[in-house]
């Protein structure tokens, strides 16, 4: 009988999180920087305050979710290519990302480019494979 988890246990885990570790990073600066900015210049306060209200406020959360997911996917195409792509790998960057994520929701951070909830991850999984389809083989 074959064994389900050997398969787990030969996935680029350690890749992978360096991967959402990275890209959550990126965005917690990013969202700082905006956050930053937006409190000291009233342009830019009052641009996120229309960015940020209905309608728009309810699809750039999404939208920025599935962009972080596609990023992912860039990146591990383009810095970690001794990284073997494939739907099982990119099933294992989700995970990856919640834990990221969920680490990132326990630091006292602005958090509205993404944040952790099921709306955002659902998107974050539709950038990942949105991205990732030509490895779906």
Known sequence: MINPFERLKRLPW??????????????????FIIALSAS?????????RLLYSPPLGIIIPLITAAGVGALSVLI??????EVYIQRSSLWALVPC??????????????SFIIGFSQPEIICLIVGIFWKGRPYWR
Request: charge should be positive; avoid cysteine; proline fraction near 6%.
């Open 14 to 31: 350690l890749s992978l999180i360096q991967v959402a570790a990275l890209v959550t990073s990126f965005v917690s600066v990013v969202e």
């Open 76 to 81: 591990l195409e383009r810095f970690f290519q």
């Open 97 to 110: 990302f919640l834990l990221t994520l969920l680490l990132k929701s326990l630091v006292p951070l602005p």
């Open 40 to 48: 000291k210049f009233v342009p830019i306060q009052s641009s996120l």
